[in-house]
């Protein structure tokens, strides 16, 4: 009897870990999809987050690029010609058609070694004097002939935000003699990136290398000229070099973006371009939370008929227990009983009557 009770508890057994292994696979090769599918869409979006930074950067870099062209020539043309009448006018001249086939600049300007207006690309010269600047005190105090990016500041002739793009003009003998300089509109930079899709809380950002955001979108009040070196951001560039991928919490607005930043290939200055890691995983939300819901339901389903079959499966193994029981019992109070049974009684359907043993004899 003892052997039977336990043959029938471990049938019993079984069922319930096939049933709660069966469970158990269910939930954990759903989970096991979704963080997987959590990390392909994390992965998808860096990559996308690095070709959005490298498109940014090459944009920038041409447009500044075509600047300092043009201030190549106007340098040239100042310490060949001299900046006499005839020479200025003919500065103006080319000054004129040139801010007029470059769509970014605001304007090109000439100061002479006071920091005075002496040439510039608009219809009417100003009596104005830029000597208090960042690029011309940097220019005064530099040999350097390469060009230098400032730091962004609202022009004196529009009134507009601008990025300052310069170069040092000398004397023959070497000594400084003023300035030549391209004004790039930042509002051309925000509607090239507002041309772009980056989600609602997504951003790009055009930053010197000093620290200094010189562009950004979305563009607020006091974002443009701001110093950031101390943001995380910033400091993740300068430790880990020109190109780079990070996630991150924006020190700016507080949003949870995946950031790719990338240096520009001829000036110092870098873009970075930013998605909003919630509007990233959106999709994968909406997905996840459908796929779980069914998974969950079919858990159920199994979970209630895998029950089932183990409560008939106990309901009969107490029933067999009870007939166990019952014929025991009988047994202990009629001894011949067992012997009966031993010798086939009483006779059982569908088996042959047994034969008596007198009847043998006769025959």
């Given at each position: 009897m003892s052997?039977?009770?336990?043959?029938?508890?471990s049938i019993t057994l079984r069922a319930v870990a096939f049933v709660v292994a069966v469970c158990m696979s269910l939930i954990v090769i759903d989970g096991w999809r979704s963080w997987n599918g959590r990390a392909i869409e994390l992965r998808q979006t860096e990559v996308a987050a690095s070709n959005l930074v490298r498109a940014t950067a090459q944009q920038a870099d041409d447009t500044i690029?075509?600047?300092?062209?043009?201030?190549?020539?106007?340098?040239?043309?100042?310490?060949?010609?001299?900046?006499?009448?005839?020479?200025?006018a003919r500065i103006h001249t080319v000054l004129t058609q040139q801010a007029a086939e470059l769509g970014q600049l605001n304007g090109l300007f000439v100061y002479d070694e006071k920091g005075r207006w002496i040439a510039d690309s608009q219809a009417v010269l100003l009596n104005l004097n830029n000597s208090d600047r960042e690029y011309f005190i940097f220019h005064r105090t530099h040999t350097d002939?390469?060009?230098?990016?400032?730091?962004?500041?609202?022009?004196?002739s529009t009134g507009k935000w601008i990025i300052p793009v310069s170069r040092r003009i000398d004397h023959a003998d070497g000594s400084f003699a003023g300035v030549a300089l391209a004004t790039i509109d930042v509002d051309f930079f925000s509607r090239f990136y507002a041309s772009l899709d980056i989600g609602n809380a997504g951003a790009i950002a055009l930053i010197s290398e000093s620290g200094v955001m010189l562009v950004r979108r979305p563009l607020a009040n006091g974002f443009v000229g701001k110093?950031?070196?101390?943001?995380?951001?910033?400091?993740?560039?300068?430790?880990?070099?020109?190109?780079?991928?990070?996630?991150?919490?924006?020190?700016?607005?507080?949003?949870?973006?995946?950031?790719?930043?990338?240096r520009l290939t001829r000036y110092p200055l870098f873009v970075a371009?930013?998605?909003?890691?919630?509007?990233?995983?959106?999709?994968w939300w909406s997905d996840t939370l459908w796929h779980s819901g069914g998974v969950i339901f079919l858990v159920?389903?199994?979970?209630?008929?895998?029950?089932?079959?183990?409560?008939?499966?106990?309901?009969?193994?107490?029933?067999?227990?009870?007939?166990?029981r019952a014929r025991d019992a009988l047994e202990s109070l009629n001894p011949n009983a067992g012997a009966a049974r031993d010798a086939g009684w009483p006779h059982r359907p569908g088996q042959p009557p047994p034969i008596r043993r007198d009847a043998r004899q006769r025959v």
């Open positions: 052997d039977s009770i336990f043959k029938r508890s690029k075509e600047a300092d062209t043009a201030l190549i020539g106007i340098v040239e043309r100042i310490e060949h010609d001299g900046t006499g009448p005839a020479a200025l002939r390469g060009p230098h990016i400032g730091i962004p500041v609202i022009s004196r110093n950031v070196s101390e943001t995380g951001l910033f400091r993740d560039y300068v430790a880990r070099g020109p190109v780079g991928t990070r996630l991150t919490r924006s020190s700016q607005d507080g949003v949870t973006r995946i950031f790719s930043f990338r371009a930013a998605l909003s890691k919630d509007e990233v995983l959106s999709g159920l389903v199994v979970a209630f008929f895998g029950w089932r079959l183990i409560q008939q499966i106990e309901f009969r193994t107490k029933a067999e227990t009870e007939v166990v």
